[in-house]
């Protein structure tokens, strides 16, 4: 139900714009995307089908199909093109078979190559589908690159590879545009095995060591242990990339607060700094993940882990009015988990807490984290429900929050898909034949 109304609401005032601001009851079109439109449509594609909202899917796929246009100019951003429409489109292809969604992931595929063309092969953050023009974020120093955003291809690639038969995307050798990239950061040396957020496309050199497990950093991380499972556990070196990391993190960055709260702490050049994002929040879920395939004397270990960062999480949600998590909480100055700062305390929606469940519940089934599920549930209903839509919140340290008059396409890819997986049963896109990309984008296991 929340799902139909989030879809029914962008079609009836939004639909072909990437997102519906429900409060106006009007289209947002932004600029991440370039010239680009529907990130909605294409982000929900893959969750419509799933629920069996066939009426639905097929509306989204009629736009696809007569509305999509690949044509078009504009600064657009490679990574969010890649995990939202690349991987959504790979998705509804997967799920369903229909060439459509095969042949529109291809052509738009293509048009990302040109952001590569960079001294190294790492690509900047920006590009244009038309000019085949690249740049980086006016606000990464020294025209550097970021590790979440080059880091987050492979999954994508690999599948591009496989259905064009192209190898230039990731086949295994080492000029294809991922592979490449693996090679840039195996050589490059790392602080204490930590990979720094921001890398110079053109000296292939970390720019600044800020070390962050929430944004920046994040869905890196992420594409290591998955690359690893979507290759049917073939590709190793992802697999010891992951493990060497996340040890580093564990050994450099995981602390406990006075009151016995696990987290994840963020680095900046040595100096802790004792805050973790809402998007961190993916990591409980992440290391539940590796957690299967850590070999039998780390395996408790990492389950362990992953749990209490889980329960971090939660308690950020829990210590908040709202029952919703702010975008960062902090561990400082008699703080836990809740945020300080003014600026921090908004809810844009985002899914990685009731990803991090989902995770938890497929891999323990204790009934917590339904229970938690369902928590946010009532919590979205009770404050993010507009009349016409869902809308992030400003303040989750009130029961009268203001709404940012937004429903991100993240809502409908991700945290509704999530919360619709937690409380099924496991063989709904079994976690052995399926990875999730990190916008919840299901890609098939290569068995
Ligand atoms: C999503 O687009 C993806 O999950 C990404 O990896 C991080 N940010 C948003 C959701 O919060």
Same mark, same amino acid.
């Given at each position: 139900q929340m799902m139909k109304f989030a879809w029914d609401n962008y079609k009836q005032y939004a639909l072909g714009k990437n997102e519906l601001r429900p409060l106006t009851k009007n289209g947002h079109i932004g600029?991440? &995307? !370039? *010239? $680009?439109?529907g990130a909605t449509v294409v982000d929900a594609l893959d969750t419509l089908y799933i629920m069996e909202l066939e009426e639905e899917f097929q509306e989204a796929k009629k736009w696809v199909e007569k509305s999509f246009d690949l044509n078009v100019n504009g600064e657009a951003s490679l990574f969010e093109v890649n995990i939202r429409y690349i991987g959504g489109l790979l998705a509804a292809y997967y799920l369903t078979g229909e060439e459509v969604f095969k042949s529109k992931a291809l052509e738009l595929g293509e048009k $990302? $190559?040109?952001? &590569?063309?960079t001294p190294t092969g790492i690509p900047r953050s920006l590009f244009s589908p038309c000019s085949g023009m690249s740049w980086s974020w006016g606000w990464a120093s020294a025209g550097s690159s970021i590790l979440a955003e080059f880091g987050t291809l492979h999954l994508e690639f690999l599948h591009l590879s496989e259905l064009s038969g192209n190898p230039v995307f990731a086949e295994k050798a080492s000029t294809s545009q991922v592979m490449n990239i693996r090679k840039v950061l195996n050589r490059v040396e790392k602080p204490q095995g930590l990979y720094p957020n921001f890398l110079s496309p053109v000296t292939g050199n970390w720019v600044q060591h800020h070390v962050s497990? !929430? *944004?920046?950093?994040?869905?890196f991380y992420e594409y290591l242990i998955k690359s690893w499972l979507m290759s049917d556990k073939k590709d190793s070196e992802a697999k010891k990339m992951y493990d060497d990391a996340l040890e580093a993190i564990e050994k450099h960055l995981v602390k406990k607060s006075a009151g016995g709260l696990t987290y994840i702490a963020e680095w900046r050049g040595g100096i802790l700094d004792h805050k973790m994002g809402h998007l961190a929040c993916f990591s409980g879920g992440m290391i539940a993940l590796g957690a299967e395939h850590a070999g039998e004397e780390r395996k408790q270990h990492y389950v362990d882990l992953a749990a209490e960062i889980t329960n971090t999480c939660h308690e950020s949600y829990a210590r908040s009015d709202t029952k919703l998590g702010p975008e960062a909480f902090r561990f400082d100055a008699g703080t836990e988990a809740m945020a300080t700062r003014l600026s921090e305390r908004y809810y844009i929606l985002r899914p990685e807490v009731v990803e991090s469940y989902m995770y938890m519940w497929r891999l323990t089934h204790d009934p917590k984290y339904r229970q938690w599920g369902w928590e946010v549930v009532k919590a979205l209903e009770k404050h993010c429900r507009v009349e016409a839509g869902f809308s992030g919140i400003r303040d989750v340290y009130t029961t009268t929050p203001t709404h940012d008059n937004m429903q991100q396409s993240f809502f409908l890819a991700e945290t509704l898909k999530y919360l619709y997986l937690l409380f099924c049963e496991d063989d709904v896109l079994s976690l052995d034949d399926w990875v999730f990309n990190t916008e919840a984008h299901p890609l098939p296991v290569n068995h």
């Open positions: 600029n991440m &995307f !370039g *010239g $680009l439109r $990302l $190559l040109p952001a &590569f063309n497990i !929430g *944004g920046l950093g994040d869905s």
